[in-house]
């Protein structure tokens, strides 16, 4: 069983920068597919970045801003944020994929405030 743990959101000022944690355990070497998804109040829940091996993708509105990464090592998925408007303010969530499933973490709060 794959369990995620966020950590790291926070107030920060327009054009500040946050970097999100997500531990896994449970095994990240068996996780195919591990992202970051955002849920704005009053919005769906979107994908912001995926990271796959080496291979990473970003939704067109953090290109250039945000960064997906990973440390096997101490089994945890990043994701620097740099840059932040108000339009960024979410909730953040962790996402893995595994064989046909899909895990969750409980979230982590980011807002953006001026």
């Known amino acids: 069983q794959v369990q995620l743990v966020e950590s790291g959101g926070g107030l920060v000022q327009p054009g500040g920068s946050l970097r999100l944690s997500c531990v896994v355990s449970?095994?990240?070497?068996?996780?195919?597919?591990m992202g970051w998804y955002r849920q704005a109040p009053g919005k769906q829940r979107e994908l912001v970045a995926t990271?796959?091996?080496?291979?990473?993708n970003y939704q067109d509105f953090v290109k250039g801003r945000f960064t997906i990464s990973r440390d096997n090592a101490k089994n945890t998925v990043y994701l620097q944020m740099n840059s932040l408007k108000p339009e960024d303010t979410a909730v953040y969530y962790c996402n893995a994929v595994r064989s046909r499933n899909e895990y969750w973490g409980q979230g982590t709060q980011v807002t953006v405030y001026s």
């Open positions: 449970g095994g990240i070497y068996s996780i195919t597919v």
């Open positions: 990271i796959s091996g080496s291979s990473t």
